[in-house]
């Protein structure tokens, strides 16, 4: 019996110990799961986005760039590859050209919110021309911030001039026009600029919940109808087409190249391709064939020395004789990573006689 005591009081005590740490482990649990049920709720509360851009991704328009994920001075997007630059906090969906952008594509509310701010009246002009001095503090050019309540946000960035058809304090519904697709503020390309935030923290609309230096995790903020928009191609070809003369970016760029097609007459005929998201060794090969058939001119590029955000080539030859043969020329762009083809396109345009 000496020893019951002792023995007893230090079952007990280990015992009261041990419903401390349960019932500490249990609040904590509690804690957790009431964060983990809030965060959800709020999540659960936003509505799933609607495309942001009156487009058809893939075909009249394409996404650049993603958000970056990575915290250092690399860079990650949401699917472990390298469609980004550092820093980046949204999402560009660019327009193939900006013949396309003199046309009019509209911008519309990702969700129904109310817009708190805006900005219109800056030039669309690339800031390879006016220079960034000029636009500092209005790097996101005209555009729209609307706020959907929960402290979730979207901003649409490098919209038209004199585009904006809200002004903050309206209520906006998704799919509801906002402007048109510009090239205002700090862009090179026409394209809109769209973020999301939660907070004021940056939130990636493919990957909402994943860490910092985390890819293929999260969820996707996307109405479940925008399929084609978590499963767009890491590479893409965006155009493609005939000129009369040797082409430049600019001109694709511009559109202008689209105005030179070939004839009988033409001095040349020359094909053209432009890819975006293209990786270091990526092979590209095109190749002009007449109506009859055989090669009129082809062009192996040598392998990508890097990353490529966009890249273009383009074969042709000048005319020989009197005319070029009437018929149907056709080309082929196929392009080759690690060996493997993972894009082709073929094209084609008629000379008459």
């Known amino acids: 019996?000496?020893?019951?005591?002792?023995?007893?009081?230090?079952?007990?005590?280990?015992?009261?110990?041990?419903?401390?740490?349960?019932?500490?482990?249990?609040?904590?649990?509690?804690?957790?799961?009431?964060?983990?049920?809030?965060?959800?709720?709020?999540?659960?509360?936003?509505?799933?986005?609607?495309?942001?851009?009156?487009?058809?991704?893939?075909?009249?328009?394409?996404?650049?760039n993603y958000v970056d994920h990575d915290p250092s001075d690399k860079t990650l997007d949401y699917r472990c590859g390298h469609r980004t630059y550092d820093g980046h906090d949204g999402t560009d969906i660019r327009l193939p050209d900006l013949d396309v952008q003199r046309k009019g594509v509209e911008v519309v509310a990702a969700a129904s919110g109310r817009v708190a701010h805006m900005r219109d009246g800056m030039d669309d002009v690339s800031v390879k021309v006016v220079g960034k001095a000029a636009i500092t503090g209005r790097e996101c050019g005209n555009g729209a911030v609307v706020e959907h309540g929960n402290g979730w946000s979207t901003q649409y960035c490098h919209m038209a001039k004199g585009s904006l058809k809200v002004k903050p304090g309206?209520?906006?519904?998704?799919?509801?026009?906002?402007?048109?697709?510009?090239?205002?503020?700090?862009?090179?390309?026409?394209?809109?600029?769209?973020?999301?935030?939660?907070?004021?923290?940056?939130?990636?609309?493919?990957?909402?919940?994943?860490?910092?230096?985390?890819?293929?995790?999260?969820?996707?903020?996307?109405?479940?109808?925008q399929n084609s928009v978590s499963n767009a191609p890491s590479t893409e070809i965006i155009n493609a087409g005939f000129a009369d003369h040797a082409v430049t970016m600019d001109e694709i760029e511009t559109g202008e190249v689209k105005r030179s097609l070939p004839g009988s007459q033409s001095a040349a005929i020359v094909a053209y391709v432009r890819a975006i998201g293209l990786q270091a060794d990526d092979e590209q090969a095109l190749e002009l064939r007449s109506p009859e058939g055989q090669v009129v001119a082809e062009y192996r590029a040598p392998k990508l020395p890097r990353d490529q955000a966009q890249y273009f080539i383009s074969a042709g030859r000048k005319r020989a004789g009197s005319a070029w043969p009437a018929g149907t020329y056709r080309a082929t762009f196929v392009l080759r990573r690690q060996g493997a083809e993972i894009a082709r396109r073929s094209f084609q345009m008629d000379v008459a006689r």
Request: charged share 20%.
């Open 170 to 225: 309206d209520n906006v519904s998704s799919g509801q026009a906002l402007g048109l697709v510009g090239l205002s503020g700090n862009t090179e390309f026409p394209h809109l600029h769209f973020t999301v935030r939660h907070d004021g923290k940056i939130v990636d609309p493919f990957a909402e919940g994943a860490a910092k230096g985390e890819c293929n995790s999260g969820r996707s903020l996307w109405q479940k109808a």
């Open 1 to 64: 019996m000496e020893f019951s005591l002792p023995d007893c009081t230090f079952s007990r005590a280990r015992l009261s110990e041990r419903t401390d740490r349960m019932r500490a482990l249990v609040s904590v649990s509690v804690v957790c799961a009431a964060i983990t049920c809030a965060s959800a709720a709020r999540s659960a509360e936003l509505q799933p986005f609607a495309w942001p851009v009156a487009c058809e991704l893939g075909t009249t328009c394409f996404i650049q």
